[in-house]
C-alpha cells in the first residue's frame, strides 16, 4: 500500500489552566491516505476539533501543548517545519473548514476580497487575477449571480452559503488534503444535505484526501471511506466503514449506532447512551467511558485499554475484547 498522506503518530495534547492540566488529546494515532475519506466521529468535547487543528498547528501556545507525538503530512514532520515552512503549507497543501463561519470569516470585509487575499498570499496573484479567480471558486460551490455577491459582506448570507464561501476560500488554492470541521452542524437538514453532496463532490473534482469531523454517524454512512471514533481524548474505534457500521466492537460505538434514527426496524424510540461525557479537568481512572457502560468490569475502573486490531483493518480499545481480563 502507498504511503499515507497524512499520519498521526501518538498524538497527545494538554492545556496548562489555572484549574489544572486538561488532556485534550490522548495518544491517537490514524493515518489517511490520497484520496481517502476519513470521518472522525464523537460527542462534543472528545478532542475532534484539537486533533484537527493539531494537523494545521494552530493550538494557541500557551496554554496548549503538544505533549508527546509526531504529524506527518507527505513524508515531512509538521512540528519540525520553521513558521516558514508551515505557512506555506496551510492553505495550500492543507486547508481548513471550520465549524462556525460567522467567527472564521471577518465581518467587516467583503466575502471577495477576504477570498481575493487569500489567493495574493499563498498563490501570489495580483489583485485583477486573485479577483477572477474568486468569481471562479464562488461560481464552481454554487454562489447564485457570483458577480454581483462577490461584493457581499457575511451578514447578507444565509448560514448555508456562508458555508459554501468558506468551502471556496478553502479550496481556492487547490490544496491536496482538506479538513471539514462539523461543516454541517449549525444547518437545517436539507442544506445539511446539500453541503455534504458540494463537499463530496469537491473531493472527487481535486482528487483531494479529506478529513471530515463530525457528531452525526450519519453522515459519515454517506461521505466517508474510514471511521475514527473518539471518547474523551481517545481514539476508540477505527476500521472501514463497512466494518464499523456492521460489526462495532467498542461499546460507545453501539451506543452511537442505537441512537440514529432507522426505517428499518419498528421501535419508535432511540436509545440514548446513559449519562454524559465526563468531566475532562477530572476524568475517571481507567476506561473513561466506563462510568456509563453497561458492560464495565473490575478491570475497566483500573486500566486504560489499548487499541488492539481484532480484524484486518479494524481496532477496539475495550478490555471486553481481551481474553486476560475475561
Not at 475519506?37 to 494545521?56: H, Q, Y
Not at 462556525?100 to 470569516?105: C, D, I, T
Amino acid at each position: 500500500m502507498a504511503e499515507p498522506v497524512l499520519e498521526i503518530d501518538n498524538l497527545s495534547v494538554r492545556f496548562n489552566l489555572k484549574r489544572g492540566v486538561l488532556r485534550a488529546v490522548d495518544g491517537v494515532s490514524l493515518s489517511i491516505h490520497k484520496g481517502e475519506t476519513f470521518g472522525l466521529v464523537g460527542e462534543s468535547g472528545s478532542g475532534k476539533t484539537v486533533t484537527a487543528r493539531s494537523i494545521m498547528r494552530l493550538i494557541p501556545t500557551p496554554p496548549g501543548e503538544i505533549a508527546t507525538g509526531t504529524v506527518r503530512f507527505e513524508g515531512r514532520d509538521i512540528y519540525q517545519m520553521s513558521d516558514r515552512e508551515i505557512r506555506e503549507i496551510r492553505g495550500r497543501q492543507i486547508a481548513m473548514v471550520f465549524q462556525e463561519p460567522m467567527s472564521a470569516l471577518n465581518p467587516v470585509f467583503t466575502v471577495g476580497s477576504q477570498i481575493g487575499d487569500v489567493l495574493r498570499t499563498n498563490m501570489g496573484l495580483s489583485k485583477a487575477e486573485a479577483r477572477e479567480r474568486t468569481l471562479e471558486m464562488l461560481q464552481l460551490v454554487g454562489i447564485p449571480s457570483p458577480s454581483s455577491r462577490i461584493d457581499s459582506y457575511v451578514h447578507e448570507f444565509s448560514g448555508g452559503m456562508r458555508q459554501r464561501v468558506m468551502l471556496a476560500m478553502a479550496l481556492s488554492c487547490d490544496p491536496t488534503f482538506l479538513i471539514a470541521d462539523e461543516p454541517t452542524t449549525a444547518l437545517d437538514v436539507t442544506i445539511q444535505a446539500t453541503i455534504l453532496e458540494l463537499i463530496t463532490s469537491m473531493i472527487e473534482r481535486f482528487d483531494m484526501s479529506l478529513l471530515f469531523i463530525t457528531h452525526n454517524l450519519g453522515v459519515v454512512a454517506h461521505a466517508c471511506d474510514t471511521i475514527g471514533v473518539m471518547y474523551a481524548s481517545h481514539l476508540v474505534e477505527l476500521g472501514s466503514k463497512e466494518e464499523v457500521f456492521a460489526n462495532p466492537q467498542h461499546p460507545y460505538t453501539i451506543g452511537l449506532l442505537r441512537s440514529i434514527p432507522r426505517l428499518d426496524v419498528q421501535e419508535k424510540f432511540l436509545t440514548p447512551i446513559d449519562g454524559s461525557v465526563c468531566d475532562m479537568m477530572n476524568p475517571p481512572q481507567g476506561c473513561k467511558f466506563h462510568p456509563r457502560c453497561g458492560q464495565a468490569m473490575d478491570v475497566c475502573r483500573e486500566r486504560v485499554p489499548e487499541l488492539k486490531e481484532l480484524a484486518p483493518g479494524h481496532l477496539a480499545a475495550c478490555h471486553l475484547h481481551d481474553q486476560s481480563s475475561v
